[in-house]
């Protein structure tokens, strides 16, 4: 439950929800299951493309709201979203007034269940780029390393789930990196690593979809002698692409370990600093998969875009990048592969 002072717009930090409201007004909202409501029938056109609210508040106060989507723009058709409407068990597809990174925005709104889905569409089933996270926790009161590995959709609602579950399992939340690109429903990802582990019951992880009160997929990663440095990648088994990679680093207590991006990035951009501001190239693109990752925001996007030069502006993104500190500046390495990949080529050659 909120109460909202006056008109504005206002944004939940937990649930990414955001209302535009005319005049003080108290809002309540809690996360709903898609598959409590959500008939099978509907479930062969349409998917889950964010959480589902249950949101009830004074009416005609609320000019807007703007509900979480995991769908990466701008690469997707609009006019494949729709807002569902649940009201007396009967679901009613809404087009939204306007998507947006990260929100579908509806004017005007009635409320009752709320929440984004895409169409279906077999053309496009493994073709739409979704913003993903990779959760990992450790099984304290295990004897030795035990790790739970999850690749879920960037869904708030399952995210706060799986931390309940692992919770009640005595497990504690490592941090972690996101994937460096957008991964695809219905497509398999590998987990492999540089060291002796054992993964169960396989290495593979489908990328898909689960409410929050259903059972999530995961790996059980089993590491029977702890090395100073274990490292983690994650393969697209479609084209063998690396999507996510990070290090396991044994703490001083060696019952517990502590997860950190490998500096290759943050080396490469500090050491090549000089050179990529005068040769880095396709700025607005770069700036783009930034804002998708959420390494910056539109002020910062802006920011960039302001300098007068070519020079200036590729500076300041790398110094805000560097403040932003090592998973953004990986993030950005791995965008500079991924667009310019003989520029990455030609200055680790000068090395």
């Known amino acids: 439950r909120a109460h909202l002072p006056g008109a504005g717009i206002f944004q939940c930090s937990i ?24 008939s099978e029938a509907c479930q062969e056109m349409v998917s889950p493309a ?4 249950h949101i009830e508040v004074q009416p005609e106060v609320v000019q807007s709201v703007r509900l979480p989507h995991f769908v990466c723009l701008p690469e997707v058709n609009n006019s494949l979203f729709f807002i569902a409407h649940f009201k007396s068990g009967t679901i009613t597809l809404e087009r939204p007034t306007r998507v947006i990174a990260f929100s579908a925005v509806l004017k005007n709104p009635s409320f009752s269940l709320l929440g984004v889905l895409w169409r279906r569409l077999r053309s496009t089933l493994n073709s739409f780029p979704m913003h993903s996270s990779v959760l990992i926790f ?24 799986i931390e309940k579950q692992e919770m009640n399992w005595n497990s504690k939340l490592i941090p972690k990196p996101s994937p460096f690109s957008p991964l695809f429903f219905g497509c398999i990802y590998q987990v492999t ?3 002796s582990v054992v993964i169960m019951p396989e290495a593979r992880l ?20 702890m090395a100073e440095e274990i490292r983690f990648s994650m393969i697209d088994t479609r084209n063998d692409a690396v999507v996510w990679r990070a290090s396991l680093r044994s703490g ?23 050179n990529l501001c005068v040769r880095m190239r396709q700025l607005p ?37 560097e403040k932003k500190g090592l998973e ?13 990949p003989y520029l990455i080529a030609d200055l680790d050659k000068s090395s």
């Not at 649930?15 to 959500?38: C, D, I, M, P, Q």
């Not at 964010?50 to 609210?53: A, H, K, Q, R, V």
């Not at 990328?207 to 259903?214: A, V």
């Open 285 to 321: 693109s770069i700036l783009l998969h930034l804002r998708d990752a959420n390494v910056i925001n539109s002020d910062e996007e802006e920011e960039v875009q302001s300098q007068v030069t070519s020079q200036r502006r590729n500076k300041v993104l790398l110094e805000l990048t």
């Open 206 to 225: 489908p990328f898909c979809y689960k409410s929050p009160r259903e059972e999530q997929l995961f790996v059980e990663i089993y590491i029977r002698k």
């Open 138 to 161: 450790q099984q304290l009161s295990a004897a030795n390393t035990t790790l739970h590995l999850y690749l879920i959709p960037d869904d708030k609602s399952v995210k706060q789930a």
């Open 328 to 340: 953004a500046q990986e993030q950005l390495y791995q965008i500079l592969q991924m667009k310019d």
């Open 15 to 38: 649930t990414g929800l955001s209302f535009e409201v005319k005049s003080a007004v108290t809002v309540t909202y809690r996360y709903a299951t898609w598959t409590r409501h959500l």
């Open 252 to 274: 001083r207590n060696s019952s517990t370990v502590t997860w950190a991006w490998c500096l290759l990035g943050a080396a490469f951009l500090k050491k090549h600093k000089t």
């Open 50 to 53: 964010g959480p589902l609210f």
């Open 193 to 195: 690593s540089t060291n």
